[in-house]
């Protein structure tokens, strides 16, 4: 099992300690959409405990990886009936967490990530009828059918899209399943920083390496590494020295079930069998989990599937 080669590829290192020896956790390939046969490496920093992709996939490649059936640019059209109901009971308990965190009922709301505009579109029907909403996507088609649904986008990459008029204006930022995509996850909240007013909101949900399934299919197969999309992967260590460091103070940290990371685990362990690869599941849920509104906070080595952590950008000085 050699690099990547199909795909042009770049080098990455630890965003914490860029010199610090790392260790090889595991290999996998793209079980999901199988855009290429290339197989990449999962690496963890032996100093932080941060999982990596490197060699990973380059710019040129983003095309390649995000085919024109991504799940995210079209969730409305293939979202089970029965599961969309059941999420947006749960994204309904989370608008209610978001309106107690938020204390203004006019304040702007971005979807950094929106997609088709599911959850833009969950805000204004259970939100506070005054919330400005707004996304951020850089999917053509998808930033089209968000804009058709009423919702200012602004359609591009985070990590380049100019966003200079739109400093200082939020009140809440929602990161769901996106930081750990971006090539510079520093870089991406510092922009996102900006977008921000003193004291607004920032959410962030992302994969959480410290969870039971990633413990046992963390040779490759685990759902959460979402091989070769996923460029950074963080426990809620690490994931909160990220956002302390750029600015914001962490005023909550929840952990997420994600039955769906379980069942792309078991497909990809599946996938990758000559044998067994029949018995792979043809339609797979959802990638990402539902947001949870309720429970406790999580504590360390908690079965998370995945970490929740809402953030505060403390006022200047």
């Known amino acids: 099992m050699g690099s990547p080669a199909t795909l042009p ?49 380059g710019p040129a490649a983003m095309r390649v990886i995000y085919p024109s059936n991504y799940y995210a640019y079209r969730e409305e059209e293939i979202e089970r009936p029965l599961l969309k109901r059941f999420r947006d009971r749960i994204e309904g308990g989370k608008v209610r967490r978001y309106r107690r965190l938020v204390a203004d ?3 702007a709301v971005v979807d950094v990530g929106c997609g088709d505009g ?27 059918r968000a804009a058709e649904r009423g919702f ?17 204006r939020f009140g809440l930022a929602l990161v769901h399943q996106v930081i750990e995509h971006t090539r510079d996850p520093r870089d991406a909240v510092r922009r996102i920083a900006r977008l921000l007013r003193s004291g607004g909101v920032l959410s962030v949900e992302t994969p959480d390496t410290r969870g039971w399934d990633a413990r046992i299919f963390r040779r490759g197969y685990w759902g959460g590494y979402h091989i070769p999309r996923h460029f950074y992967l963080f426990d809620a260590s690490t994931l909160s020295r990220l956002l302390v460091e750029q600015g914001f103070e962490v005023v909550s940290v929840r952990s997420i079930l ?24 043809s339609r797979l849920p959802h990638p990402h989990p539902p947001r949870r509104a309720g429970g406790r906070d999580s504590l360390p080595g908690c079965s998370t599937a995945a970490t929740s952590i809402g953030t505060r950008r403390r006022h200047p000085g």
Do not use: K, Q
Request: glycine share 8%; net charge neutral; charged share 25%.
């Open 9 to 57: 590829v770049e080098d990455a290192a630890c965003l914490f300690c860029p010199t610090a020896p790392w260790a090889e956790i595991g290999r996998g390939r793209d079980y999901e959409y199988d855009t290429v046969p290339d197989l990449f490496t999962l690496r963890r920093c032996t100093g932080c405990g941060l999982v990596f992709v490197a060699p990973r996939p």
């Open 105 to 107: 009922d006019t304040a």
């Open 118 to 144: 599911r959850l833009l579109d969950i805000l204004r029907r259970l939100g506070p009828s005054g919330w400005r909403l707004a996304g951020i996507e850089v999917a053509d088609a998808a930033a089209r």
């Open 152 to 168: 200012e986008v602004r359609t591009g990459d985070l990590e380049t899209l100019d966003l200079t008029r739109w400093n200082g």
């Open 258 to 281: 994600s039955p769906a990371f379980w069942v792309y685990s078991v497909h990809n362990a599946l996938a990758d069998s000559p044998r067994l690869r029949r018995l792979a599941p």
